[in-house]
């Protein structure tokens, strides 16, 4: 992975939870789990995508509404980890714990805005 880090804590934290979720899903495809792995993939990755687009937003308005995005990406990905827990998938403990800390930052930033 070659990314030059940002000066900006979520968008670090955001893209290296999508490589997580990236090498994550590849395992899940491994084993036949394509419909999860899918979901998860789509929406994992997109919490980043959006808080990136945050980052040029045009007003305080705007850039809420990205982080708002983000924030609902970030608990469907909860949502999907857990389902896969629950159904004795190999979930690796780091991932919903990234993810939680994603949802925290996300809300703080989106309340101090």
Known sequence: ??????????????????????EYCRELKSINEFELSHQLIRSGTSI?????????????????????????????????LELLEATTKNVPNNLQYKCDELIKLLVTIIKNS
């Open 48 to 80: 980043g995508a959006n808080i990136r687009e945050s980052q040029r937003a045009v007003s305080t308005k705007d850039f809420k509404n990205k982080l708002s995005i983000a924030l609902k990406e970030a608990e469907e990905t909860s949502y999907w």
């Open 1 to 22: 992975m070659v990314y030059k880090k940002k000066d900006n804590i979520v968008v670090n934290k955001s893209f290296s939870f999508s490589c997580d979720i990236i």
